[in-house]
């Protein structure tokens, strides 16, 4: 005979019970869901708007040939112009200028185009209505994106002031694109005027090809990928926007993965309500299993439990992610603080998949949180679920789970990263946190055998309660130690970057004072006013630096070429060495490369390589792997005497400045403007200003992750909230009995304050441990595998003390306001026994 009961009965009756913790943990699940939907709504939008964005921008482009830096002569142009198969070439230059803004000079792209070119490739980069076509062609007219007059609030007709090639110049709007381009705010103007205001004459970077009808362009590629000048890349729209998702995939896929934390904390939310439920309802399901009900009806009726939570979660989660998402694109645009992508406003399109995929989501996390308390519901005995404390006999047997999810935790973060996303690691963190519900009952039995019982009777009475109830503790705690050991290992990852940086800047800002052209890669100081400055009489020494970006590695983005004032006998004056070999006297010059183009590029120290400059391609040894946080796509440095050898090319985008004894930073900063007025247009900085300035950056960069980190301690918060108010509920007979022999309520109260604390150090120390063990997963392999850097240890005591202590508080807090409605409930408790 089988016992069939309704639904309601079954599933809704025992959740109404408890409308509090029910509540708390279907707002875990919407947190986790919105959380993780709104960064993949944004990852994804952004990557396919800028995929999306360059192909509108090539037109009817079958092919795009292109080099940073400098570029290559206009005579590839006419090669490829007349090249048989082509039928439109168009030609142009991209440079930098440089408009006031705040008083600060901010880098602004301009595109020098060829409009009939443009034209009729179909490129939107001509206004589709101009009362004065011929203005194109005016030298001092620039055509702005929309963007680009919204930010520095401009209109058709009025004048903007840019800085191109050093020198102030005045342009006049004569009209806005049909559309922004992926990078947002832009200007276009005139490729000859481009060429001859920024001293680019004879040189483009770029050149855009449709190609005759039935002319393949992958065999047009391998036609003349061979011939192209050094450095320079021939490849479709798609193949571009695929280059710029594959450098942004490893930020977007640990971005997306730590935002999954919330609706991971959200499934162990589940667990804490449905096993102190399964506790609380032991008894009823052993009654009906007399009756007839089976074991798997009974694991059915848990799990639907656990949908219950779940399915209002993602309801309210899925509308709430979307909100989410749509406020920051039309925020902060696609750009979540890396700098990958355009800060240009956005507007959210559907995505049902994406939907769906995170419906999945929680609804496997409801399912996940559920699967635990119903299998132990299912595999109780009669007997024993009859009877008082049944579910401690089962909370001491299970290390050994515990123990070989160590071990597969272990092995998995031995697993080498795919594709440059460390799966392995991921997955060792989310077996960790799975030990843990199997952990915290033994070690709160093994904690209460070690420490010595307290001598007063309220601390004797606490103390025993958390040693002979072990399975009680770890069903309170596991959302609050999971919670929290995320917490503690965001943090201390955060934190040991943000020191290393801020080591880092101490290290290689040796100078008295920094002079910087200007924030674009096309601001210089010519050879001639380098010379001047570093002969003033109250600089010391002298230091150029020229810049530069270089292709080095197909498929790839461009890599920053620095060319330093280097001593080859000691490059750890300027750089921060990590590894070296002796430079030789003869051969290829010296070059050193930073660990992140190391990890990239696999060259190893002594090996040749070709930097590709000014269309030629020359030769170098790597004798040195340096540490570089700046530029997150490489760099390889050199001596500045070998880069002005090669090109001939004088000038610097920046000097670093030792003074005379004696001479104060102040005084000198005063004089060196006065000499060179050019001065007060420029950067001149110390050492402090420009640390305070990288971290400030620093922390807009890591932005989101601080508003997960915020995410996490509510949740946390939450898990207090549920697992110390659900255990008041279980012990209403516990405190009646208290009262009942003679304790006051007032020696209950005590009671309940001492467990409290105990549990929740008990809870944040073992969360604490946990915490910093996936730090050292984060720091030694998650970092180094996905962005190809190194860190110290460095872990923020004082923040990491403060969300301790406002756990604790609010576990004190929960624990006293649940025991004000169990105590007033006493004599009914007993009334009913």
């Not at 009756?13 to 708390?24: K, M």
């Not at 039935?214 to 036609?223: A, K, L």
């Not at 190194?790 to 003390?801: D, E, V, Y």
Request: aromatic share 8%; with cysteine; charged share 15%.
């Amino acid at each position: 005979m089988s016992l069939h009961i309704p639904w309601r009965a079954a599933v809704w009756r025992p959740l109404r019970q408890r409308p509090g913790a029910t509540a708390l943990a279907i707002l875990g699940v919407a947190l986790g869901v919105a959380l993780g939907l709104a960064v993949a709504l944004i990852n994804l939008q952004a990557v396919q708007d800028f995929a999306g964005g360059l192909r509108r921008l090539a037109g009817e482009a079958d092919l795009v040939l292109q080099a940073p830096g400098k570029g290559f002569s206009e005579d590839w142009y006419r090669r490829l112009a007349t090249a048989q198969g082509v039928q439109v070439a168009a030609p142009q230059l991209r440079v930098y200028g440089e408009i006031r803004v705040d008083g600060a000079w901010q880098s602004f792209p301009v595109w020098g185009i060829a409009p009939f070119a443009s034209i009729r490739l179909g490129q939107p980069l001509v206004p589709t209505q101009l009362a004065h076509p011929e203005a194109l062609f005016d030298p001092h007219s620039i055509v702005l994106s929309p963007a680009a007059a919204k930010q520095f609030h401009l209109r058709v007709g009025e004048t903007m002031t840019l800085r191109a090639a050093g020198v102030t110049r005045s342009f006049r709007v004569i009209g806005l694109l049909p559309v922004d381009p992926p990078q947002g705010a832009v200007g276009v103007a005139d490729i000859a005027s481009a060429q001859w205001l920024w001293g680019r004459i004879g040189w483009l970077n770029r050149v855009d090809l449709r190609l005759a009808p039935g002319v393949d362009p992958t065999g047009f590629q391998c036609q003349w990928q061979d011939r192209l000048p050094p450095g320079s890349s021939l490849e479709t729209p798609q193949q571009q926007g695929a280059v710029a998702a594959r450098a942004s995939r490893a930020y977007r896929a640990n971005l997306l993965v730590l935002s999954l934390v919330a609706l991971f904390t959200g499934a162990f939310l589940i667990y804490a309500t449905l096993a102190l439920g399964v506790v609380r309802q032991r008894r009823s399901l052993a009654v009906l299993r007399v009756l007839g009900l089976r074991r798997r009806e009974i694991l059915a009726s848990v799990l639907a439990q656990g949908l219950a939570l779940g399915l209002p979660g993602i309801a309210l989660g899925i509308p709430l992610g979307n909100l989410a998402a749509a406020t920051a694109l039309a925020r902060l645009g696609g750009d979540l603080g890396a700098g990958y992508f355009s800060a240009s406003h956005l507007a959210l399109r559907g995505h049902p998949l994406l939907w769906l995929a995170f419906a999945g989501a929680g609804i496997a996390a409801a399912l996940l949180g559920a699967g635990l308390p119903a299998w132990q519901a299912s595999r109780t005995t009669v007997v024993r679920a009859l009877g008082q404390g049944s579910e401690e006999d089962e909370a001491g047997q299970k290390l050994l789970p515990g123990l070989i999810l160590l071990v597969l935790a272990a092995l998995s973060a031995a697993i080498p990263p795919l594709g440059g996303i460390p799966y392995g690691a991921y997955l060792a963190i989310a077996i960790l946190l799975f030990a843990t519900l199997f952990l915290i009952g033994p070690l709160a039995r093994l904690l209460g055998r070690i420490l010595p019982v307290p001598e007063g009777a309220l601390g004797r009475l606490a103390f025993l309660q958390m040693r002979g109830t072990p399975g009680r503790v770890a069903h309170s705690l596991s959302a609050i130690v999971v919670a929290f050991s995320l917490v503690v290992a965001m943090a201390i990852m955060v934190g040991s970057f943000r020191d290393s940086v801020a080591d880092w800047l101490v290290d290689i800002l040796r100078a008295d004072l920094y002079l910087q052209a200007g924030s674009g890669p096309g601001a210089r100081i010519s050879g001639e006013r380098v010379a001047a400055i570093c002969s003033d009489s109250v600089v010391r020494q002298c230091s150029p630096m020229r810049r530069l970006q270089v292709n080095l590695l197909p498929g790839h983005p461009p890599v920053e070429l620095l060319a330093r004032g280097l001593d080859t006998a000691d490059p750890g004056r300027e750089l921060q060495i990590l590894r070296a070999i002796p430079a030789a006297q003869v051969g290829p010059p010296p070059a050193w490369i930073s660990e992140i183009l190391a990890g990239i590029s696999h060259w190893r120290l002594g090996e040749i390589v070709h930097i590709p400059v000014d269309g030629r391609a020359h030769a170098v040894r790597i004798v040195g792997i340096y540490r570089d946080y700046a530029y997150q796509q490489g760099a390889i440095s050199i001596p500045i005497e070998v880069y002005r050898r090669w090109t001939g090319d004088d000038s610097a985008n920046g000097l670093a400045l030792w003074l005379r004894p004696g001479i104060s930073v102040v005084n000198a900063q005063a004089q060196l403007i006065q000499r060179f007025p050019e001065l007060r247009q420029w950067q001149l900085e110390t050492p402090r200003a420009i640390r305070a300035e990288s971290l400030r950056i620093f922390d807009r960069s890591f932005a989101a992750t601080y508003a997960l980190e915020a995410v996490a301690i509510v949740i946390g918060l939450l898990g207090v909230a549920n697992g110390f108010g659900a255990q008041i509920l279980l012990r209403q007979r516990e405190f009646a009995l208290f009262r009942t022999i003679g304790l006051r309520r007032r020696d209950v109260v005590g009671l309940l304050l001492r467990e409290s604390l105990l549990l929740s150090s008990f809870g944040v120390a073992l969360g604490g441990a946990l915490g910093f063990a996936i730090s050292l997963l984060l720091i030694d392999l998650v970092n180094p595998q996905s962005f190809h850097w190194h860190m110290g240890f460095h872990p923020p005591w004082s923040n990491l003390l403060l969300v301790a202590a406002a756990l604790m508080l609010a576990s004190v807090v929960t624990m006293l306001l649940s025991a004000r409605k169990a105590l007033s409930s006493a004599l009914t408790v007993v009334r009913d026994e």
